[in-house]
């Protein structure tokens, strides 16, 4: 459940990261491929910092879903459900 979680998350968050660097980029007067790689003459581009981006939320993710577990299997929660 977690794992189909965490996928669900990364794919949405993609297409989010992959317009952050062109936005980000148009904020310090560049031009909007700045942050981008260009490889094979311009047919593939790579984009360092969505992937950074991607690969930072997920540990965020997985760190929350590991406490909101963590905290769901306490003593605290066990005494709290009636």
Known sequence: MVTTLIFEY???NAAVARSFSPYLASLFNKPTGFFQISVSGGSLVI????AGLVLLWTAVLCFGAKESATLNNSEW??????
């Open 10 to 12: 990364v794919l949405a």
């Open 47 to 50: 984009d360092p910092m969505a």
């Open 77 to 82: 929660a066990r005494i709290t459900r009636v």
